[in-house]
């Protein structure tokens, strides 16, 4: 898209970003990976044993800790890594896996072992461990909150089995003959694949008590969850993972046009559809309120239409997300992964690309600027789910991403995707306080990220656990402001502007005003600075968002031009002056004409190095 297409576009803004099924208030969730949250043990020893470096447990998410977020305004606890995954560690009926099919030595929380369990290791008393988890539940409920689990349907551990209901264990009758059958939950090697033939030979050698092999596919083998159809998958391959089939032949490209309608009978649709409905049953009837879905989009539309609808006749009200890359080229459709989706039932999808846009500004050389043509997605934009950080995503904080520029870069990443649109909005345990991810803990290294596959802690989160009392006892002072900050935004984005309006971008309007924010040399502008309008039809609350991404520059003289399409969104023409106050971080309030918003502009105070505002619009005096 040109900038002389993108300024025309932008004029209809005020039409844009309609939702043909309503607005609703918007999920507020906070990802909270179980092993990790509560864990206070600060051993943290690399490749350490859970008795060595323990692991949060389920009772660790107490009232304390659930008060905490409440207040800070979370509505939804993403609870990350609940279903039993593969592990190294034993447990009585629950023997340890083979080394050679996991990743760390807790294992990776999507490489499920049994759908129907949760994971011993957060349970007290590891034999009541799904009665631990109900209490869980009921705890959460309690306080108002409500629960999301992952589904992670593409894939299974190499070692799945249920004990919960082996009846429906995955591969039990399968035809291993044969690469594709209809109903067969897995692919199967053949000779002809590359690789050598049997054995499966696997990449994890070198870990303690590997040797390369896994026995019980010596003489059949089956492709890795990342569809790598090979004897020999790398290190780079989801090796420990099998894909799971869903009737379609995915060598044979994305058509999956011949599967069953929506509407379909179970005994009409191919088997793993059916196991995967009995699972989602299963945690809907515990109590369990939605569901982030993994890699949604290698999984068959035709599926998603079938199973969300059963879903919600059980659960009107159940929440589905999908973490899903339209870049992808894994993904079952022609069309747009995620708009497609989202015509499948999904509630929301995950907004990949405006995170990369803002990583892009520090690390790739990439303007606020960028933004704008993201902004032009149709129902797409107000149904995706912002976050600035995710447990596949490295940390903010972390001296290493980001342009090394420390955790306060998330105060204007945080603002400007947490108030663009009507999605739902993510925070992941640890962005609050700074958590920088320094060091490694075992599989994956020291890569910028908290370790999803090792028994660890997370060194500067524990100091807000502080034993369990969740009160931030032993943070700085810097963290201590920074959580306060994020509560601040959360609540800010609470009201109807952020939660039911429209969105009305201002970029396009001030890229050759020379007082918006330009550093140096700089001819254009939108590289440091993004500036947009939130409104809500029903009530007239309106809102001016302005960020300063810059890292050190504070941005002095600051005017943002407000043309009159602007104003008319806005609706507030026949006022002769406009107020604006800050609600997000300081005392800051004035009164223009509103004559003066266009050719002048709105001349802004001082804008520290990344910062941001939310200035709320009134009439003036």
Known sequence: MTWQTLEIAVLMAAVMHMDT??????????????????????????????????????????DAALLSLKEMGFTHLWLTGVIEQASATAYPGCPADDPDILKGRA???????DYFDVCPDYAVDPEKRLAEFRELLARCHRHGFK???????????????????PDL???NGDDRSRFFQRDNHFFYLNAAHPGGGPPLRLPNHEAAGADGLFPPETEFGRVTGNNAATWQPSIHDWYET?????????????????????????AEVPRTWRTMDEILAHWQEMGVDGFRVD???????????????RCRAR?????????????????????????????AGFDAVYDDPSYDVLEGIYDDSRWANDLDPLTFTGRRFHHSLRYAENHDEVRLANPAVWGGHGMRLGKPVSAVLFAMGRGPIMLYHGQEIGEPAIGAAGFG???????????????????????????????????????SWYGKLIRAVSCRAFTHGEFYGLNHANRDNPDFGRVGDETCSGHWLYAFLRRDGKTGQAYLVIANFHPTETLRGVKIRIPHDARTFIGRTGDACWSFADRLATAWIAGFAQGDLEDAGLPLPELPSCSAMLLEIGAGH
């Open 21 to 62: 099924h309503g607005p609703s208030p918007r999920p507020v969730i906070y990802q909270l990976l179980v092993r990790l949250f509560g864990n206070a043990n600060e051993t943290r020893k690399f490749h350490g044993t859970l008795e060595e470096n323990g692991s949060g447990k389920f009772v660790d998410i107490n």
């Open 107 to 113: 294992g990776s929380p999507y490489a499920i072992r």
């Open 147 to 165: 629960v999301l689990l992952d589904f992670v349907p593409n894939h299974v551990a190499r070692s799945y089995g249920s004990d919960v209901r």
């Open 169 to 171: 264990s995955f591969g």
């Open 242 to 266: 099998v894909k799971l089939n869903y009737g379609h032949d995915y060598t044979t490209g994305r058509d999956t046009s011949h599967l069953p309608a929506r509407d379909a009978e179970p």
């Open 295 to 309: 890699m949604a989009h290698m999984v068959p539309m035709e599926f998603w239409k079938w199973s969300i609808r």
């Open 315 to 343: 659960d009107a009200g159940v929440f589905f997300c999908a973490e899903a890359y339209d870049n992808d080229p894994a993904k079952l459709t022609d069309g747009h992964v995620l708009d497609e989706l989202l015509h």
């Open 445 to 483: 290294g020291d890569d910028a990220r908290t370790s999803i596959f090792e028994y660890t802690s997370m060194p500067e989160f524990t100091k807000w656990v502080n034993g369990h009392r969740y009160d931030g006892g032993r943070l700085s002072v810097g963290q201590r402001q920074l959580r």
